[in-house]
């Protein structure tokens, strides 16, 4: 929930989420359109398919109950390195390192002769576990990973690092000499008429869970609702917005009396 997500609207959708789907089983026997709805107002909402594809290998693979190998949690769909070893040392409280993007930057400045100088994620991706796993303490590794992650989210950061104030500036050999980075270029995605269709994904959503005593709708009814001045002209790329919906498995299109219509999946 927290991924591209203020926390200020996560605290407010977490716990009726929870409390719905207490546990895998259920959120794995759930219909989809329903956890999609509960899911309202997150946004991103491949985010929660991809939660109900793990409840469900948790459900059926490991008898509802969440494995504390990092190695059989990477196996799951959508967990990787990172979100393993989090787990492993949040939820079940073992002694590993957790390296997420601040970690890493604040390492590869703190060990700049084992890391390199410049952090690239590729390149440089096992040498940081190698120093986070070699300078990781022998308890308390919860409080040790956390404090990490907020020194390099608050202090040690990308651009302009607040080497001043830095509580390792004593002995780290790349204090008060990190130029600041420039801002990235930005890679245009998809739009149409200005508007990413991320957008309009969000608004074919949207657009299906308030469909009032209707578990579908017409494609052309659909279409104006999503964009407002919708013409002809529209007419292939929305199709299209809607069968990569379709392919994402938050969609679902049928044919009803010569008439395309969509719906959430499962209804």
């Known amino acids: 929930m927290l991924q591209q997500t203020q926390v200020s609207r996560v605290l407010l959708k977490y716990p009726p989420f929870v409390k719905r789907f207490s ?8 219909r989809t359109s329903d956890v999609i709805r ?9 985010r929660v398919l991809r939660l109900q594809h ?17 190695a059989e949690l990477q196996k799951l769909p959508g967990i990787g390195r990172y979100t393993a070893h989090a787990i492993s ?34 390149k440089s991706s096992t040498k940081v576990w190698q120093v986070a796993e070699w300078i990781l303490p022998r308890r308390r590794a919860h409080e040790w990973n956390q404090a990490l992650m907020d020194l390099g989210a608050t202090i040690c950061t990308a651009r ?11 002995r780290c050999p790349s204090a008060h000499n990190v130029r600041e980075k420039r801002a990235a270029t930005t890679t245009r995605e ?9 957008i309009f994904r969000g608004r074919v959503v949207e657009a299906l869970r308030n469909l009032d005593g209707q578990k ?14 919708y ?11 809607l069968r990569n919906l379709e392919r994402d498995g938050l969609v679902k299109l049928r044919t009803s009396a010569s008439t395309l219509r969509a719906a959430l999946p499962d209804e």
């Open 89 to 122: 040392c949040f939820a079940f409280g073992n002694q590993v390192p957790v390296v997420d993007t601040n970690v890493a930057r604040l390492l590869s400045r703190l060990f700049p002769d084992q890391i390199g100088p410049v952090f690239h994620e590729r």
């Open 216 to 229: 579908s709708i017409p494609v052309k009814i659909l279409a104006r609702k999503v964009k407002s001045d």
């Open 231 to 241: 013409s002809r002209n529209d007419g292939r790329w929305f199709t299209g917005l």
């Open 160 to 170: 302009a690092p607040k080497c001043g104030i830095c509580p390792l500036r004593k």
């Open 23 to 30: 546990t895998f089983e259920k959120l794995a026997l759930a």
């Open 190 to 198: 998809p739009a149409r008429g200005g508007i990413p269709n991320r």
């Open 54 to 70: 793990l409840a469900r290998a948790v459900a059926y693979r490991f008898k509802g109950k969440l494995p504390r190998d990092i």
């Open 38 to 46: 509960a899911w309202q107002g997150m946004g991103y909402n491949n």
